[in-house]
């Protein structure tokens, strides 16, 4: 399994960062994906799930209206665009199979995303 996020950078307060996260080693259209973040001297929290066929999303309470999760099964990646940015969205992202929770032990290096003015 491989993960391999990107896109993510400094944004002031209000802007947008749109994620990717590509995939492989396994059966990428078949699996639900999720995004995770892990803010400054916290544990790693859900953010966001959508199914394997992009039929079901779900979203944390903190990013809802903000954040849009979508997936592209012929490149094997799924995305996470971010609006509305605040600075508790500070945090470093991650992406992994399954829908609210980790599918694999196995981690991507993550994106780093810095909201501040």
């Known amino acids: 399994v491989q993960l391999v996020e990107s896109g993510g950078g400094l944004v002031q307060p209000g802007g947008s960062l749109r994620l990717s996260c590509a995939a492989s080693?396994?059966?990428?259209?078949?699996?639900?994906m999720s995004w995770y973040r892990q803010g400054p001297g916290k544990e790693r929290v859900w953010v966001a799930g959508i199914s394997n066929a992009a039929v079901s999303r779900n979203y944390a309470d903190s990013v809802k209206g903000r954040f849009t999760i979508s997936r592209d099964n012929a490149k094997n990646t799924v995305y996470l665009q971010m609006s509305s940015l605040i600075s508790e969205d500070t945090a470093v992202y991650y992406c992994?199979?399954?829908?609210?929770?980790?599918?694999?032990?196995?981690w991507g290096q993550g994106t780093q995303v810095t909201v501040s003015s």
């Open positions: 992994n199979a399954g829908y609210v929770s980790p599918k694999y032990d196995q």
């Open positions: 080693g396994f059966t990428f259209s078949s699996n639900s």
